[in-house]
């Protein structure tokens, strides 16, 4: 049967106005579809004026801290904790937000990034002093006590010249490493505490209308998972693992630590493909990460079917403003109070990065971008600032002991098909 254009054009219409009309659906714990406005804000690292700036940017809370973003559902890929001082503060401010927000009809989706697990599981190396100050009590004195005196009865059973040391100095030095508010901070974290259960309520991966989000990535290795599966093994090795076992949970391939979305050769036919099996595998257009910091800029890549989305928004990274908003419009890069829509395919990154220059014409490292970018192909390395990778370990205090915090390392994989 032949349909006239104008009945064509009214179930068109139709189409359009029903799905405009539909309302946000919960299809599981792990999908939502018909949602009309999706935030997703990146790695915060304990920066809470920065955080609160990002809200505000993005219509998502008023100049009181409350919920202002009606249906909006907003996704925090992760990296609250560590490098800053308002670890604490950020998460008790988002707890309150996902109640307010649930009454206005929107959503907070809280994911966990690779530094909520490392403090979850006590590698505590890049925990500041200020973050554990701000777990101090009027206990804090007594409870370090009881910490050092556990020290001493272990040094006793594990160390042979142990009469020969000079306590005094050792706890000098020991109290760097464990000063007040470090046993509330671990009581706090562990996997019973209440950050700890924090994080274990939390998931690794959703997927909203046609984007997953997540902290590191999704690699070959892991894609066969259903997101549902790869957070219940991420949170089963919390409960069971410590950092110094290779899990799920710091494998540089799993979803919490995996770069090669925001690294890998995007001329790289095996790569593009391993992609596009990755997303027909999940049903998904675009992949949304945070982790690997841009240097200020929300980085389209593969044609926008990832976007890397951590600009460096905590002040340790620079104080990069920028989130990612995605309507039935498109994608959308908000810097500050500059919105600047996402180029669809990669030709028009150049646009869009002189664009990004001219609303923070003081990053050095954008033109730096966009001179590689313009730069002929061969010589075009397409990596994003590894910060977390640069960064000397022994800063903490603490010995690496994961492979993706080796000073200048990078972990790449072999590419898979994900078939």
């Known amino acids: 049967m032949k349909i006239s254009l104008p009945v064509i054009v009214l179930i068109a219409t139709l189409l359009v106005t029903a799905t405009a009309d539909a309302k946000a659906k919960k299809i599981d714990d792990y999908h939502w579809a018909n949602v009309d406005r999706v935030v997703a804000i990146a790695d915060l690292h304990g920066d809470y004026g920065q955080y609160l700036k990002a809200m505000q940017s993005a219509g998502l809370v008023n100049e009181s801290g409350k919920w202002s973003g009606g249906q909006t559902h907003l996704v925090q890929t992760g990296d609250v904790p560590d490098r800053g001082p308002d670890t604490r503060k950020i998460i008790d401010h988002l707890v309150k937000l996902t109640k307010q927000a649930k009454k206005a009809g929107g959503y907070v989706h809280l994911l966990i990034g690779n530094h909520e697990a490392m403090n979850v599981q006590g590698d ?21 006590d009881l910490q050092w005196q556990s020290q001493v009865e272990w040094m006793q059973a594990n160390t042979p010249d142990f009469a020969a040391l000079d306590l005094e100095a050792v706890r000098n030095e020991w109290e760097k490493q464990v000063p007040l508010g470090w046993v509330e901070h671990r009581q706090a974290w562990m996997p019973s505490g209440p950050y700890g259960q924090y994080v274990k309520d939390n998931h ?13 990535g999704i690699s070959a290795k892991y894609c ?22 290779e899990t799920i949970v710091n494998d540089p391939l799993g979803p919490l630590w995996y770069r090669g979305l925001a690294i890998e050769d995007e001329a790289n036919d095996v790569y593009s493909q ?34 890397a989305n951590d600009t460096g928004l905590a002040s340790y990274y ?14 959308t890069a908000i810097y500050g109070g500059r919105r600047i829509p996402l180029p669809a395919d990669n030709g028009g990154r150049e646009d869009y990065l002189r664009a990004v220059i001219e609303a923070d014409p003081n990053n050095a490292e954008m033109k730096e971008r966009l001179a590689r970018l313009l730069a002929p192909a061969a010589d075009q390395a397409d990596a994003v600032l590894d910060a977390d990778a640069a960064l000397q370990p022994e800063a903490a205090g603490t010995p690496a002991e994961n492979p993706m915090e080796n000073a200048g390392e990078i972990v790449t994989p072999v590419p898979g098909t994900c078939q």
Not at 275 to 302: E, Q, S
Not at 321 to 329: C, K, N, R
Request: charged letters at 15%; aromatic letters at 6%.
């Open 274 to 307: 391993t992609l596009d099996n990755i997303l027909n595998r999940y049903g998904a257009r675009r992949i949304v990460i945070g982790h690997t910091p841009t240097g200020g800029v929300i980085w389209p890549r593969f044609d926008q079917r990832v976007v």
């Open 124 to 144: 505590l190396r890049y925990v500041i002093p200020a973050e554990f100050a701000a777990f101090t009590s009027k206990n804090s004195a007594r409870l370090q």
């Open 318 to 331: 620079g104080a990069h403003m920028g989130v990612l908003e995605l309507t039935a419009a498109g994608a």
């Open 224 to 245: 066969k998972l259903s997101l549902q599966s790869i957070t219940e093994e991420v949170i089963t090795a919390l409960e069971n693992s410590d950092h110094t076992i």
């Open 204 to 216: 690794v991966a959703i997927m909203i209308n046609d984007s997953i989000f997540l902290h590191g």
